[in-house]
Structures are given as structure tokens and as C-alpha cells.
């Protein structure tokens, strides 16, 4: 009896981080250097495919928090950047340098963006 009460603490948890996904429709960024996406991701992917990579070329996050994002900018910039997202919410972002930037001007675009849907200050 013990196992089947553990199990089903197990299966049930499973489906609430599994069904757990932020609010946030997908968003298409399209500029003269930028190209892609930003969409609410599910909570449930930190267990999975959850990833963050940032490039000179682009920037893959796949349902990973805001603040993790934050973080890396922030020791990429030499600077202090602010979450402004919730501790629950997790996003997937995939933008791409598609003009000629260079590694700095390509992060500061990102963050100009990424300020305009109101994901950090």
C-alpha cells in the first residue's frame, strides 16, 4: 500500500510540473539583424531538454527561467540586469544574429528586445 501512495505522489507531481507552462504567447522577432522567437515554456522542461546557449551568431533557451538568462547576460555584459519575470515562469527564446553583428552589439540587441516584452530591466 506504502508503494502504491508513493507512486501515485510520483505520477501526480509528474503531471502537475508537466502541465505547469507560462502564459506568454509566441512572439516573432523579425528586425533588419535579429530573427526568431519568444514563447512561455513549460516548468516541466527543466527535468528534459531545459538548456540555455548563448553564441555570437544566436541564443537558444529552452524552457529555462528568465533569471538563469539574466545571469549569463549580466557576466557577459559586465552589468546588472533585472528579471522582471516570476520564479515559476519559464520561457523558450531562439533568436538569431541574421545581419553582421558583432558578439557585443548582437547581446545589446537582445536586451533592448527582450526589455521590450517586458522580460527584464
Do not use: H
Not at 533557451?61 to 538563469?68: E, L
Not at 549580466?74 to 528579471?83: E, G, P, V
Not at 519559464?90 to 545581419?99: A, D, L, R, W
Amino acid at each position: 500500500m506504502k508503494k502504491l501512495s508513493i507512486y501515485t505522489s510520483l505520477l501526480f507531481t509528474s503531471i502537475i510540473l508537466s502541465s505547469c507552462s507560462t502564459d506568454f504567447p509566441r512572439q516573432e522577432i523579425n528586425t533588419d539583424n535579429l530573427s526568431g522567437f519568444i514563447e512561455g515554456g513549460n516548468a516541466g522542461g527543466i527535468y528534459g531538454d531545459a538548456g540555455l546557449k548563448i553564441t555570437k551568431d544566436s541564443i537558444q533557451m529552452t524552457d529555462w527561467p528568465v533569471s538563469r538568462l539574466t545571469t549569463s547576460l549580466d557576466i557577459l555584459l559586465d552589468t546588472t540586469l533585472i528579471d522582471k519575470t516570476s520564479f515559476t515562469d519559464f520561457y523558450t527564446i531562439q533568436i538569431e544574429n541574421s545581419g553582421q553583428l558583432k558578439q557585443r552589439e548582437f547581446i545589446d540587441s537582445l536586451v533592448v528586445i527582450l526589455s521590450k516584452e517586458g522580460l527584464l530591466k
